[in-house]
T-cell receptor, first 115, second 113 residues
């Protein structure tokens, strides 16, 4: 499809395990964002990639969280040694550039449950 | 992380009623956005506001960028059943290297039983 896709759509893991969440942005979009949405909460910014620039990691809640973007396209968000409080929906968005916020297109999210 | 104060948290609507919700912030933004999120989906942009005092409509939706640049409201006129969902406000300051949005906690619209 033409939109942002994320996989898996749902993930259940045990506390202490590592998880990888994947985001396929819209082709040609140079900006990519990760957000976290906890139950009943708004979206919390995690990390932002813009082209070849160093990513803005200011929203990552701890050093257990990391993200990569390979070849300026696909991105992977990794959570190491998962905790129950990591349970949330992880949303990815992409934009043609980082200069116009209205053009962030969101994927359907990955629902993570840590038991 | 930083969040906006959005109210009400939830409300029930009856078809045909008008709906209002608002967002306030302790920080100034140069852009305000309103999104709607349906279950199992990501947020979808409804209205974008770029100038203090700006009033913008999109069909039955009307939003305003407060003149203090610290608040915004969204009105839905003559609501219909498909308006149910969660509405989020978001603020941003664009022009530099920062690209992220700051979101409110959402207003959940449900149908009156």
């Amino acid at each position: 499809g033409a939109g942002v896709s994320q996989s898996p759509s749902n993930k259940v893991t045990e506390k202490g395990k590592d998880v990888e969440l994947r985001c396929d942005p819209i082709s040609g979009h140079t900006a990519l964002y990760w957000y976290r949405q906890s139950l009943g909460q708004g979206l919390e910014f995690l990390i932002y990639f813009q082209g070849n620039s160093a990513p803005d990691k200011s929203g990552l809640p701890s050093d257990r969280f990391s993200a990569e973007r390979t070849g300026g396209s696909v991105s992977t968000l990794t959570i190491q040694r998962t905790q129950q409080e990591d349970s949330a929906v992880y949303l990815c968005a992409s934009s043609p550039s980082g200069r116009a916020p209205e053009t962030q297109y969101f994927g359907p999210g990955t629902r993570l449950l840590v038991l | 992380g930083q969040q906006l104060n959005q109210s009400p948290q939830s409300m029930f609507i009856q078809e045909g009623e008008d709906v209002s919700m608002n967002c306030t912030s302790s920080s100034i933004f140069n852009t305000w956005l309103w999104y709607k999120q349906d279950p199992g989906e990501g947020p979808v942009l409804l209205i974008a506001l770029y100038k203090a005092g700006e009033l913008t409509s999109n069909g039955r939706l009307t939003a305003q960028f407060g003149i203090t640049r610290k608040d915004s409201f969204l009105n839905i006129s003559a609501s219909i059943p498909s308006d149910v969902g969660i509405y989020f406000c978001a603020g941003a300051n664009y022009g530099g290297s920062q690209g992220n949005l700051i979101f409110g906690k959402g207003t959940k619209l449900s149908v009156k039983p």
